[in-house]
Nanobody, 129 residues
Framework: EVQLVESGGGLVQPGGSLRLSCAASGFTFSNYAMSWVRQAPGKGLEWVSAINSGGSTTSYADSVKGRFTISRDNAKNTLYLQMNSLKPEDTAVYYC??????????????????????WGQGTQVTVSA
């Protein structure tokens, strides 16, 4: 059974920080590029950040660049999102998502879309005073 289980969400004040974790199981984590995707209330899905299979290449949406850091620990099958300087507009359900690296793709491959092989259940992040 494939599972992606997010944790670490909660209520935080503007300017505060949270670290989200995503524990993966049931598939070969190191063969997948990973992303964080979020959905704000009343909004569609928004890609936030991506990381390649080895953790050496990262990418961010303009809205979070400089504030969020994506990382992974393949030995622990875990993906992370460190969120600093949080803003009310960061309020959303945050999803961990996995996409298999295509055959023949560069080792730096990552994906910044919204179509993934596996999704987590999401964790709520609320930024409010």
């Amino acid at each position: 059974e494939v599972q992606l289980v997010e944790s670490g969400g909660g209520l935080v004040q503007p300017g505060g920080s949270l670290r989200l974790s995503c524990a993966a199981s049931g598939f070969t984590f190191s063969n997948y590029a990973m992303s964080w995707v979020r959905q704000a209330p009343g909004k569609g899905l928004e890609w936030v950040s991506a990381i390649n299979s080895g953790g050496s290449t990262t990418s961010y949406a303009d809205s979070v660049k400089g504030r969020f850091t994506i990382s992974r620990d393949n030995a622990k099958n875990t993906l992370y999102l460190q969120m600093n300087s949080l803003k009310p507009e960061d309020t959303a359900v945050y999803y961990c998502a996995a996409i298999q690296v295509p055959t023949g793709a560069s080792g730096s491959y990552y994906y910044s879309g919204l179509e993934y092989d596996y999704w987590g259940q999401g964790t709520q992040v609320t930024v409010s005073a």
